[in-house]
């Protein structure tokens, strides 16, 4: 079923979901979108309707940050375009919803006072500032612990002797920080707080033997005083507060006491827009950053600092391979053409210049015909940077046309990603499947194909997979209805993706061979990248 598609009989039947409140929100914040997603609560795979708002992060005084105005003014604006819509397609006022859940970027700093008061401002998963407290709290901890993940950005910070450290009383990610503002209960989804502090999956929760070790050497108060409290999927996590309906809806048309799913982060919702929860299975998520996630069938038999050790939305472990740069530099190239049609008098729909220079991208010689680009606008852990340089390399004897260009900046979004996933086939962590999702995924047959050449798995894109993790969120949320009584998985699978219109791309041998060889050059010029890091 298409995104907006309507019953047989109009729109009467919608106007009953919406009047009745058998609906589910999903609101998720990512790096350059806020997004509102509206479905079916007893078919989550109907999407009623849509809002979103652009955004973007800024770059003060050496951190990437999002200020807490703009967070309230995106949340607001996305979801009065998606009642709107609801009122243009029902002729409903959306009072009332099923439930609600909200999802954002995982990671980073919000550190709050006694009075709720944010303490500094919001520093992002993108910052790359950390790396003494995380080096020494991987050690510390027995597991890696990624530069980006909110303990090395809390343990940094009192490294550092910020100021504002002594006065600290609670940690929340951007998810967790927008549900208690609306629901008044810091509570955080486990896949979300396992971003934050490593968590034992027997329990679901954080890993007591490791928060014991931290405390010991950290000034702070007690972590289970500072850490949201964690909550697996389908749990009760609060209600829409007045409060809460007046922030969210300005307009106060929308009611108080709605229930809400535990709030998510980004990875977690894409495993549930994917329906990537069991073991062998894995998604990609493909947006400002880029990240793998594979359901583990054993514990690894080592540390790697390319692995995250994270969980599903249900509590199991996960390995993930998270890349600070995904598809922005690639959007940089495409809005350059969509300016150049605009200048030569031919102007043309961003999206349709999309399908145009990825089509051109098939054209192009399996290795990209020796040309490189690194699509690196901020510091990329995986391969030792701390800065950012998009670099478009070639060599005399390269053959630079749109086709192998196109190719390659297409190839250079997946490649950082590419070098950890080889981590993974060194653990022998096996993969019968991966789904992948994101806006690049929306132009059929070129970025599955090209992902699937590049993991030499197969592929599987579903026709949702441009709605994300908003879309994702929504479906937690109608879980939350349904109570919980089928495992997550089972739910996914027997409810939500039974008629699900999935497209599977086999890799293809030209591809997978023209790809390795992309790679090892990539790998070998990334000299290149550091010097430029260094230089400019």
């Known amino acids: 079923m298409t995104p907006h598609e309507q019953d047989a009989d109009g729109t009467r039947p919608l106007a009953d979901t919406v009047r009745t409140g058998r609906t589910a929100l999903g609101i998720e914040l990512g790096s350059t979108r806020i997004k509102a997603c509206l479905v079916d609560a007893d078919d989550p795979s109907r999407v009623l309707a849509v809002g979103a708002h652009e955004w973007e992060n800024a770059y003060v005084d050496r ?21 709107a819509e609801v009122r243009e397609r029902s002729g409903e006022e959306l009072q009332t919803i099923g439930a609600i859940g909200v999802s954002a970027m995982m990671h980073g700093y919000l550190a709050f006072d006694e ?37 090395a950005h809390l343990r940094q910070a009192e490294l550092d002797a910020e100021p504002h450290v002594p006065r600290i009383r609670a940690l929340n ?49 007690p972590l289970t005083e500072l850490l949201p409290q964690v909550l697996v999927a389908g749990q009760d996590a609060g209600a829409l507060t007045a409060a809460g309906a007046a922030l969210l809806d300005p307009t106060g048309a929308l009611q108080p006491g709605i229930p809400f799913c535990a709030p998510e982060g980004d990875a977690g919702t894409g495993m549930v827009a994917t329906g990537a929860v069991a073991p062998r299975t894995g998604n990609v998520s493909a947006g400002t950053s880029i990240f ?32 600070n740069n995904g598809a922005s530099e690639l959007a940089a190239w495409a809005g350059l053409f969509t300016r150049f049609a605009e200048a030569s008098g031919a102007p043309r729909d961003p999206d349709e210049v999309y399908g145009t220079l990825f089509a051109e991208a098939l054209d192009g010689e399996p290795d990209a015909g020796g040309l490189l680009a690194y699509n690196h606008l901020a510091g990329e852990p995986i391969v030792g940077t701390s800065e950012g340089r998009p670099l478009v390399v070639r060599t005399p004897d390269s053959r630079l046309t749109l086709a192998n260009f196109m190719r390659a900046q297409l190839y250079g979004v997946f490649a950082t990603l590419s070098l950890g996933m080889r981590v993974l086939d060194g653990e022998g962590v096996a993969l019968d499947r991966m789904f992948a999702h994101g806006g690049m ?8 194909r090209f992902l699937a050449g590049a993991l030499g798995a ?9 709605e994300g993790g908003a879309w994702g969120i ?29 497209r599977v791309v086999d890799p293809d041998p030209a591809d997978v061979a023209g790809y390795a060889a992309f790679l090892d050059r990539y790998a070998a010029g990334l000299d290149a990248e550091r010097a430029a890091v260094a230089a400019l």
């Open 292 to 323: 793998a996630m594979v359901v583990l069938e054993r514990p690894l038999a080592a540390q790697h600092h390319e692995l995250d050790l994270v969980t599903t939305p249900a509590g199991d472990p996960v390995a993930m391979v998270h890349c």
């Open 441 to 448: 995924f929306r132009t059929a047959g070129v970025a599955q």
């Open 458 to 466: 197969p592929v599987a894109v579903d026709a949702t997979a441009s």
């Open 63 to 83: 951190v990437w940050t999002y200020a807490v105005d703009d967070v309230w003014a995106g949340v607001q604006a996305a979801y009065a375009a998606l009642a």
């Open 474 to 502: 929504a479906v937690l949320a109608a879980y939350r209805i349904a109570g919980g009584d089928a495992a997550l998985g089972d739910y996914l699978t027997d409810t939500v993706f039974a008629s699900a219109d999935v």
């Open 115 to 151: 009075a709720g008061e944010l303490l500094v401002p919001f520093r992002t998963w993108r910052n790359t500032s950390t790396g003494p407290a995380a080096a020494e709290l991987s050690d510390l901890l027995g597991t890696n612990i990624p530069l980006r993940w909110s303990i």
């Open 173 to 221: 990610t951007l998810a967790g920080y927008v549900h208690e503002r609306l629901t008044g209960r810091r509570v955080l989804g486990v896949g979300d707080a396992s971003g934050m502090f490593p968590i034992d999956s027997a329990t679901a929760d954080y890993d007591a033997e490791l928060v014991a070790r931290y405390d010991a050497v950290a000034a702070t108060p």
